[in-house]
Every structure is written in C-alpha cells, then in structure tokens.
C-alpha cells in the first residue's frame, strides 16, 4: 500500500510500504477514509535529522474495519470507526481512569512496526480497547467532524477539562490554530460566558468566533497581557487555555491567569524549564493539562457531532489526496492551511 | 512594648517598639498569647541584607482582644483569637473565594506599619474579616494546636487539599518539617490510607507515623524516588506534597508522581523555574499549590483541636519567653528544634 513517510526536515514523501496484516489476535485491520495532519506533524517536519528509508508518520485517521483478530469483540467488517491518537488496551487501570495515553500495553502511531494514520491503511493493535465504533456510513457529510475525534477536538476539550472550565470561569484561549479553536468550542460547549481568544489570523479568530469566541486579542507578548488585563478589569481570567507549545505562550499564559486561576496547556511544550518560582506560587496558580487521553473524551463528544449540534471540522480548510501530502505539509507549516485533511 | 526585630541575616533582637494603637476603626488590639517562629522567617534569617534598625518580623499569634474599632463587630475585649498569616478584609470576591491570601485589602504583618506576630501586642488591620474567635479561656491547654490554625496546619492541610487527597490517592510528603508533618495530618484527616513521608529526623518521622504516616524514606535524590517507587509497585503515587520550597525537593517530586497525579507545593518556591516540560506533559502531571488561605480552613479545622481528636500542637517541640526568641531562631535554623514557640 501507500503511505506517508518523513526521510527528514522538510522532506516528506508518499512511498510504497508493506500492506499491514493481522499479527496478534488484538489487531484489526482499518482502510483508511479521511486522515489529517496534526500541528504536532510539524515539529518533526521542522527539525527531524534525516532518517534513511524514512519514518512512518500520522496519528489521526477514521476507516472502515477490514478485518478484526480472533480477540476482537464488537466490530465487524465494513463498520465505520474511528481511532484516538494513541492505542490502548482500554482495560488497565490507566484506561480504566481515562488515562489512556498512559495505557500500561500501549503505544504511538507509525513506530515499532504498527503503522502511521496518514496511508492508506492501518493495523491498529488493542483494537477493542482503541476504536469507537461511529453510528455513519462511509459516505457521510459529517466524516470531517467525526475525524477531529482523533486528536484535535479531545485535545482543545481536555485542555478546557482539565483547567476547570465551566459556566462561572472566564477563559483565555492562546493560539488560533486547530487546537485552539477546538478549546474555544469546548470552553463554550462547557458553559463559559466569557471566551478571549488570542491570535492574529483573521479567518482563523473568525471561526473561532463561530465557535464561541467572545472577544479576540490580536496583540502579542506584554501587549497582548495587558489587553487582556483590560478587558478583565484587571485581574485576568479564571483559566487560561495554552494551545501553542512555546515558551513565549506560556509566559502569556502566566501574566493572564487570574489568582487561584488555571493554566491548562495541550501544546506539546517545546522548552524543558517553566518560570513558575514565587510570584505563581504567591498567586495560588496551578499548571495543569497535558497530552490529551482522546480515547477518554470520544464517546461524550460524539452525540453533538451526529446532531449536527457543533462542528469540530470546519477546522479543516484543505483536503489533499494522499501524493499531495507533502504539500499540505507545506501549506500547514507555512500557515496557508490551518488543517489540512487527507483523502487516501 | 517589646517585639522581634530582624537587622539582617543572622541578627535576631528583641527591642523596644510603638505600642500598638486603633488607627482604623476596622483594627482590633490584640495581646499576643502564643506566637511562634516560622520555616519561611528562616529564610531572611539566612540571607536578609542589613537594615538600619530592624524590620519587624513574625506571622504566625493567637492573644486575646484588648479594644476593636468602632467598625468592627462580632469581637469583644478579652475574647481568645487566632490570626491567620496574612490580614484580609472578608469580604472581597477573592476572601469569598477562599483565596485570602490574594485579598483586594489585606496585607501581611511586619510590613508598611502593620506589626509583626512576634511581639506582645499587634493592631490587626480588617479585624473583623481576619481574625477568628475561639470558644476557649486564654489558660487552655489547647493554646498550641489552636495556634497552629494561624499557618502551619492549614498550610499543610492546603497542601493536601489542593493536591487531591482522598481515600483513593496514595500520597508522598516530601519534608519532615512542622509543615510536613501538618500535610501528614491532613492527608490522614482526608482519608488517604498509604501515606509515605520523606524525612531523615528520626523524632521527626516518628511524630510523622503517629500522625499517619505509614511509610517513611530516609533516602534523598534518586535513591528516595527509586525507594517510593519500589513501595508502589513502580508507579508512584497520586499526589505529593512538596513541603520544602527546595528546586532538588520539586525534581523528587515529579520522580515520585504517578502518572495523571498531582503534585501540590506550599513550601514557598527558593528557585525561579521549573523542570516541567515535555516529560511531565506527556504524563499529565499538574502543579498546584501555592501561598495558604489559612483564613480559609479555619472554621473546618477548629472543631477536631476542640475535641481534642487531633494536636498539630505537637509540631512545638521547643518553647521560649520573648527575649529568648534569638536563640529560637538559632534552634531551628541549626535543626535542634523543629519549631518554637514563644511566650511573650
């Protein structure tokens, strides 16, 4: 079959790759419909050192089932499912706590021999503990929004979760991208009145808008913090949503969260220490989030996608076939695509 | 009267100062009964710069009401009362909240007129939204666990609090200091059933046990994050309280939590970052904690000192008379006392 693989910074080709094949009785085999390309994807298409015959990559796919192994209960042929970002065995007491990114028989997309989201297929290990299965046909509308289920929408949710939004906080969302927007629409879907997002693409704090946004802070750094603090009568906000990964994000984060407040961050941190001495400590701030158990969330965030209630995939402003993979990377890393979606 | 004034690291000196007036009529006088010397009064006793005359110094008394300003209701002379470690109005959004600590109004003692704990006498600012009175005579055996409602137990009891601490988490308490051991109490008093505590003091561990540790780990570094895990079956466990303030006591920390635990710390931070980026991410840890609300805890942790079910009173392993109060700060600072009380 075909699939994407990453040979190094920048060079990301579409290449012939062995058809996976049941191995364990826990395996099924899923034909891939719909794919994308996560902001994660970029920090390797960055910065990754040359990797000869190249790695599989990809984590965010939902398929049809082709086949299942002898141990895999509840799924059968032809049915439509989607898979979180890890897989999991979904019965150890880390997925039991809806940790499922600390599965105890665990692992990642497209490393030691399972393969990546962006091909044409997929041997998913613990399938039963991994896949949901969705109530659609495989020629639905709504493949877009049932695909944010993988990564993008769970994340933007367990950051809102996790930082204890609800109907009395105030939020700020920092970042435009997929995953922020995501976090505006959960802050919303979890009763927030008050929703500030930060960023400066017009079309992206547009949608985010759409999604719940109440008010929109283009400025960055100190500028941004003090437009934020002005809007909140000087106190900042109860939670502050970090959706971007960097160190300066942080720093906004910490110089908006109200005291006693929550900063919940879900972009994978691209820096090793955090300036958290006293003043955060003075100010009772907690620091909180992580790598989003997608698995976790599914179920509760699927009803409103099939009501047509919200609609996680307008994120999604490009679809490629799977040769143009490299150059949705390309769109995607140099900002012309917020998202882009893949069809194998 | 006579107070504590701090001249520079080192330099410890009972003198003589104002007596106390109303100046507000939101103050109350209050006669010190029982104050005591405090970890974090350490640290400028370690490192203060020389200041011509003393500063005043000293957060943690109970006494007995001597006059109230015209504004301030519910308190009479002679009534028995305890004052959290900072003075707060009550009745901002923040003192409702329960973060008094970060009161529209309040401040702390020692500073900008406002006298130390430290001394025989203190005009309490915001009397009426600060202080809490105590259904006892001012000749109870129960004046030190009632005093440790000023700071050290509701210190540790926010500490476990804000970490999670349930019948269902295990816990580890980094610290054999008086606020350790308070967190040792707390976490027993929230349920925890497998409480560890790191400390190398043998009078100090043992006071740990009877306050409901069940395990104690000498080791420091590596060897203590290697031995807790041995004792979890090499998870870790679900909340540690970090009781020190040290930057190698927060890296204990996160090599004990389990991960999706939480790590709380009231030790005030001595570092000015921290060591949380891409591991502690990936495994959903979350830093809490911060400066006490002791305010806050007051009422819920009275009635069990009352009932005599528990003495965090037993954390004063040393007592001394005002003009004693330098060499108190020597004992605790050489580690012969683990902290002192002082009888103005």
């Known amino acids: 079959m075909r699939a994407t ?11 012939e790759v062995p058809d996976p094949v049941i191995r364990r009785p826990t395996d099924a085999l899923v034909r891939v ?3 994308c390309i996560c902001g994660s994807d970029l920090w390797p298409y960055g910065s990754k050192p040359r990797v000869e015959g190249g790695d599989r990559i990809g984590h965010e796919f939902l398929g049809v089932i082709e086949e299942v192994g002898s141990e895999v209960s509840g799924f059968a042929r032809g049915d439509v499912v989607v898979a979180p970002f890890v897989w999991s065995d979904g019965t150890c007491d880390f997925c039991r706590e809806g940790l499922q990114t600390s599965c105890r028989h665990g692992g990642s997309w497209g490393r030691d021999g399972v393969d990546g ?4 297929a997929v041997r998913v290990p613990q399938a039963q503990g991994t896949l949901v299965k969705l109530p659609v046909g495989e020629d639905t509308v709504l493949l877009p929004s049932l695909l944010t289920l993988s990564d993008v929408y769970p994340t933007g949710y367990h950051c809102a979760k996790t930082a204890g939004v609800n109907e009395r906080t105030t939020v700020t969302v920092i970042g435009d991208g997929a995953v922020g927007l995501s976090a505006v629409l959960s802050a919303k879907l979890l009763g927030a009145e008050r929703i500030i997002l930060m960023g400066r693409h017009k079309d992206r704090t547009d949608l985010g808008r759409e999604f719940g946004a109440t008010d929109v802070v283009e400025e960055r750094g100190d500028a941004a913090i003090e437009r934020v603090r002005e809007l909140t009568g000087g106190d900042g906000t109860h939670t502050v949503l970090e959706c971007v990964g960097l160190e300066p994000a ?3 984060a910490f110089g908006v969260v109200r005291a006693g407040g929550t900063i919940s961050r879900v972009g994978a941190p691209q820096y090793e220490k955090v300036a958290f001495g006293f003043p955060g400590f003075l100010r009772n701030i907690t620091l909180t989030g992580g790598v989003a158990p997608a698995r976790a969330y599914i179920e509760e965030l699927l009803p409103a996608i099939l009501d047509g209630k919200i609609e996680p995939g307008r994120v999604f402003d490009r679809t490629v076939k799977l040769d143009e993979v490299p150059d949705g990377y390309r769109a995607m890393a140099d900002r012309e695509a917020l998202k882009v979606m893949i069809v194998p």
Request: aromatic residues 0%; proline residues 0%; without cysteine.
């Open 33 to 35: 419909l719909r794919s």
């Open 5 to 15: 693989l990453i040979h190094g910074a920048g060079d990301i080709r579409v290449g």
């Open 117 to 120: 989201g962006q091909g044409e």
């Open 250 to 252: 942080l720093d906004t």
